[in-house]
């Protein structure tokens, strides 16, 4: 993680968010690619589920470079992301997004349920 002064300032902005700005490096443009997602913070953690699964363009750069920035509210910071594919955990995820996103939530939208995506802020 680059030292970010504000570390906290970004997880206050993350709760009171329902989405945030990722950006990762193209793994072969080698260029920032940037979307905006949905994520559920756990303590620490920052949570994210790509959309389609691990058939995602983000998903796929950053198995390629692990290295994913956040931002929110104007304030981002640069973090190792960690990858998990574990079935039962991945379905577990998606219970604190339905529980999130209640309103706006649509099956539909997780067309592929495989992985998951942790960053330890």
């Known amino acids: 993680m680059k030292d970010s002064p504000d570390r906290e300032g970004l997880l206050r902005k993350l709760e009171r968010s329902n989405e945030v700005s990722i950006a ?8 920032k690619v940037s979307a905006p997602v949905w994520f ?8 994210l589920v790509p959309m389609k699964g691990t058939d995602s363009p983000w998903f796929k750069n950053l198995v390629k470079d ?4 956040l931002k929110a509210g104007g304030t ?14 991945v379905e577990g995820v998606l219970d604190r997004f ?9 099956e539909s939208y997780y067309t592929k ?8 802020l």
Do not use: L, M
């Open 40 to 47: 559920v913070v756990d303590g620490a953690k920052v949570t």
């Open 98 to 106: 339905r529980a999130k996103y209640k309103s706006t939530w649509s």
């Open 113 to 120: 349920r495989d992985v998951y995506v942790e960053v330890p």
């Open 66 to 69: 692990p290295q994913i920035e």
């Open 24 to 31: 990762v490096t193209g793994r072969k443009s080698k260029r």
């Open 76 to 89: 981002g910071a640069t973090f190792k992301a960690t990858i998990v594919r574990d079935p039962e955990r």
